[in-house]
């Protein structure tokens, strides 16, 4: 894992600051930082895969595996609450909810969902306003209560169909809207849910047309627009 400095009023300024190896065997899949504690937190598969935690500060030492966790692919944190999520893929697939205030492992939430565990999808997606995070899977959008002190917490508290993978997946969440954006469906749409905070998530599906199936998705939060891309192959 590498630090770069992007602060252009630092002498350092677009140089490496430090690089921290994963122990031999580990192959980094997902990382995620949270500004407010100034860890960063990277899953990784492998020989001794698992969710790792790293000081911003990069200091000799600063490198762990969370205990409990298992190989893990992506990564989101919600810093408003201190929350970490992976999903993980060993055995039955699964989220590992971590707590950032110990970076110790606070559940493994079932999904009993399929996938198609591709390293470079982005599944994982976080309303921090409501405490929730999103998990695509190979069918649906599972939704998981990830607000402290909830009678559900860390529970699925929902499943919404969206569409058959390509294998080839992306989510966005825009939480002003309260509106998340997934593609990569064979059925070649973008698929837009409409978010509710209570205990039933989803409250509505919006599909979008598309002249092939789009891959990748980014959001503007400040226009509320969202951009797909398309492969229309060669």
Do not use: C
Request: charged fraction near 15%; glycine fraction near 8%; hydrophobic fraction near 45%.
């Amino acid at each position: 894992v590498t630090a770069i400095d992007v602060n252009p009023a630092s002498e350092m300024f677009h140089q490496a600051l430090f690089t921290v190896p994963l122990p031999a065997g580990v192959r980094p899949r997902g990382i995620a930082a949270n500004p407010a504690t100034r860890k960063v937190y990277i899953g990784a598969d492998g020989a001794a895969g698992g969710v790792y935690v790293l000081s911003a500060a990069g200091e000799p030492g600063a490198l762990a595996r969370i205990a409990g966790t298992d190989a893990a692919l992506g990564v989101v944190v919600n810093d408003l609450e201190n929350l970490v999520y992976a999903w993980g893929i060993t055995g039955t697939l699964r989220i590992n909810a971590i707590d950032g205030s110990n970076d110790s492992l606070l559940a493994a939430i079932p999904t009993t969902e399929p996938n198609r565990f591709n390293s470079i999808n982005e599944r994982l997606a976080v309303h921090r306003p409501f405490g929730r995070v999103y998990f695509r899977t190979r069918d649906n959008v599972v939704a998981v209560d990830a607000r402290r002190g909830s009678a559900t917490f860390n529970t699925v508290l929902g499943i919404f169909p969206a569409e058959r993978e390509t294998n080839d997946v992306d989510l966005q969440v825009d939480e002003t809207t309260n509106r998340l954006v997934t593609v990569g469906g064979f059925a070649m749409r973008t698929v837009i849910l409409e978010l509710l905070p209570g205990i039933a998530p989803f409250a509505s599906q919006s599909q979008v047309p598309a002249p092939r199936t789009p891959v990748d998705v980014a959001l503007d939060p400040v226009t509320h627009q969202v951009f797909t891309a398309v492969s229309l192959g060669v």
